[in-house]
């Protein structure tokens, strides 16, 4: 097995070509024609991750975050991207990163935050003409009241807390939601007639919400880490003897709370 046969495959789930102008999804360390012999899958590639795969022999690890977002003016063991860098090139591990590409389709990240909470009629908030793009919107099977929609969610995506909008006196059936960091699709959640979004990384400002809308943000990482299951079972499906693993150091979310 190469690096470029699970890239492959990867890709045919969420081209390269789609992600943001921005994002840096695709390999990022090793060679396309490196052997591959074992997997590992994570949200984030962090220090303790690429710790995990040296002792486990892995020698590819997969994330839905990439480790290098713009460009590295040096690689020194004192920054926590150039301490990973350095760890993995040492070590021979191939380091791939499916982000926007996997945030955009339909069967990813937002699709799976939809699927957890049951909704219908689901189809994606901001496209990009292309059957993509992000976020999605759709219809709870049932109408719910804020109160019974906030325990709804806190139970689905197993949270402690989360921060929401002033709660709506009128019942929710149209839901609009985005994994990771989506206040840039607020206007785009209310123009689909969604009573209520969910999303990650909400700034203040925007709680301030109009009548008729509820913003709800569960977390940046709460939203996303299903992705990493999605990619687990995406690669056993194709190469069903192929030695792939999710991290044992489950929770790699950099927010904490008390």
């Known amino acids: 097995m190469k690096v470029k046969d699970l890239a492959n495959v990867i890709e045919s789930f969420a081209p390269l070509s789609i992600q943001e102008s921005w994002d840096n999804s695709g390999l990022c360390i090793g060679s396309p024609e490196a052997e591959v012999n074992s997997v590992l899958l994570g949200l984030d590639c962090t220090s303790e991750l ?4 040296i002792a486990c022999g892995a020698d590819m690890i997969v994330t839905h975050h990439p480790l290098i977002f713009s460009g590295l003016k040096k690689i020194s063991p004192d920054d926590p991207v150039g301490e990973i860098v350095m760890k993995a090139i040492s070590a021979g591990i191939s380091i791939y990163a499916a982000h ?48 019974e929609i906030i325990a709804f969610v806190k139970d689905r995506f197993g949270l402690k807390m989360m921060k929401t909008s002033r709660p709506l006196e009128e019942r929710i059936s149209r839901i609009a939601m985005c994994g990771g960091s989506g206040g840039s699709l607020i206007w785009a959640a209310m123009n689909s007639g969604a009573q209520l979004y969910i999303s990650g990384d909400i700034s203040y400002h925007n709680f301030f919400t109009r009548k008729g809308f509820m913003i709800m943000d569960i977390g940046h990482y709460e939203s996303e880490k299903e992705i990493v299951e999605i990619l687990f079972s995406l690669i056993k499906k194709n190469f069903p003897t192929f030695a792939v693993r999710i991290t044992q150091n489950i929770n790699s979310n950099p927010i904490y709370y008390f």
Do not use: C, Q, Y
């Open 100 to 147: 926007t590409n996997s945030d955009k389709v339909l069967s990813g990240v937002s699709g799976a935050m939809a699927a957890r909470l049951g909704l219908k009629n689901v189809t994606i908030l901001d496209e990009d003409g292309d059957g993509t793009g992000l976020g999605v919107v759709g219809d709870l099977p049932e109408p719910m009241t804020s109160d």
């Open 50 to 53: 690429v710790d995990e795969a």
